[in-house]
């Protein structure tokens, strides 16, 4: 028997779904302003097979990642502690419905006696580990919690979450950098890497940030500009961190991948670039690459076909 | 002639004058919540009259330090570019009425391309110089935006600009961090130390400031807590910045003080004292001493008593 899968991201502010034919094609996508934080208590069912019911045949099978499987959820599921490999994730699946509706359990990971967590990115990892057919790589994940990750013989060993798209949209509309900031100007490489630069002296985050509104003062930086150079202070602020880290564990010269939409995944690379960090960008269709591999681990009888990118 | 002083200090968000008699002591204060944003253009005049017109004899001198003299407030008095002493500022007064009512000007300076600035602190430095008899000191005053700035021979040197206070509303308030956390908590000292030691750990403000995040979670930070954490992780990476530049700057093992108001200094005292860095905290009565210097310095003839704490 060969069956088909709906692979769902539900994340806390959107709700995505994709059908995929035996033989390993997406067929239909589907994208709703519905995350988690937009659902009732009770009614992720009901949102569910709203959403997808059509899709759902006797025999599909539907697995969901993200943070659906948050105690604010669908259902917990609780999390996988690193390392922990695909086995790991599997063998954990919270079941709605056996066989048949499963929610991906997230990630937590100790630094020191700091407690850190992902939902969602793990699949996009396995995803990626799966299109690159790689074992051990390094991954950054930009967002608005956006998270590096370390992956040895197949299993995340650690990684650590950045507020950095947070504190951006905290800084260009909620403080004083919001007076003189169009937070949503198109993006201008040269402000933005200035930005990257600046955060790289010493002085930290804090003082950085005071530069956004002094160097408008000394009308140095428009508004139009100050998107830009707020944001490349924050990437910037976020690679420097990783950078330190990765330079003194000498395991992690391992290849290093950004992974997310285009817009954000460019301004990484620009930051990565110009701090000689090199790193090579893939597509978030490693959600879908990454949800159908661990159709294939589940049930190899049934999904017999490699994911094939549209 | 003996003459009294009517002092003001004028900031983004509060108005607060003492009247000053011709023996150096302070006769009446006033505060109001009336600070330059809640002040219409062209009203300042008007809000001064109502509020001090009635300590203003024919006279009395007044002198107003703070964001008044900021291109939004009374009268843009630009700023003196560091290093600037006492002199520098009285050379640079701007006078509503001559002799009469001044604007004291701000400092600006650079670290190496970038500008930076200060409105009001100066005064409250040399207060503090003038108070404690000496002519070189490391300054901290904690805020909204804290400064800190190098004092030697008398002339502020260079200073830096920490946005402190304004990430601690932000992140308290509007964050994720939020939703588990009691901004006005009262301070736990343990859990502020807490904050403050894992600031100074590798990662970086963005990436600890998910801790707070993680740590509720893991049921291991509780909303009355959240507060004193997220305080100490800013007040720590604050510190820690300007502590890694003190520490490479041998001219810098000056003294250290902090200037400001009691429950924040008692917050830095505590969080430099765990990180090894001794001060001395001083109360903000300094601004008044420094008003006070600066008119003895433009009129010694007729300011000849020297400035008394109340």
């Keep these: 028997m060969q069956r088909k899968l709906v692979a769902v991201d539900w994340g806390t502010s959107s709700l995505r779904g994709a059908l995929i034919g035996s033989e390993g ?7 709703f302003p519905q995350g988690i934080l937009q659902v009732a208590h009770g009614q992720f069912q009901h949102v569910f097979e709203q959403r997808f019911g059509d899709w759902m045949a006797a025999d599909t099978l539907c697995l969901v990642s993200g943070m659906a499987g948050s105690r604010q959820g669908w259902r917990e599921a609780p999390y996988c502690p690193c390392p922990s490999g695909f086995e790991d994730i599997a063998q954990h699946l919270q079941w709605i419905e056996k066989d048949r509706i499963g929610i991906v359990p997230g990630l937590s990971t100790w630094n020191d006696d700091t407690p850190d967590v992902m939902r969602g990115e793990e699949i996009q990892i396995f995803g990626a580990l799966t299109s690159q057919h790689i074992h051990s790589a390094q991954f950054v994940l930009p967002g608005t919690h956006s998270k590096w990750a370390h992956v040895v013989d197949g299993k995340i060993k650690a990684f650590k979450t950045f ?25 201008k490489k ?15 985050l804090l003082h950085h940030a005071f530069s956004a509104r002094s160097l408008a003062l000394f009308e140095k930086l428009n508004p139009a500009q100050s998107s830009s150079y707020i944001s490349g202070l924050l990437i910037g602020e976020e690679i420097k961190s990783a950078k330190d880290e990765r330079s003194e564990k000498l395991e992690n010269q391992a290849p290093l991948f950004i992974l997310g939409n285009g817009q954000l995944t460019q301004r990484y690379s620009f930051a990565m670039k110009a701090l000689g960090l090199p790193a090579t960008a893939l597509a978030d269709e490693v959600t879908w690459t990454g949800i159908w591999a661990l159709a294939q681990h589940l049930y190899p009888q049934d999904f017999t076909q490699n994911f094939t990118l549209s």
């Design 190 to 204: 040269e402000v933005f890497i200035e930005g990257v630069m600046q955060s790289q002296k010493p002085g930290g």
């Design 25 to 31: 094609v997406v067929l239909e996508k589907r994208a």
């Design 163 to 187: 507020m950095t798209g947070e504190f951006y949209a905290l800084l260009s509309q909620h403080s004083i950098l919001a007076k003189t900031c169009l937070p949503d100007a198109p993006l």
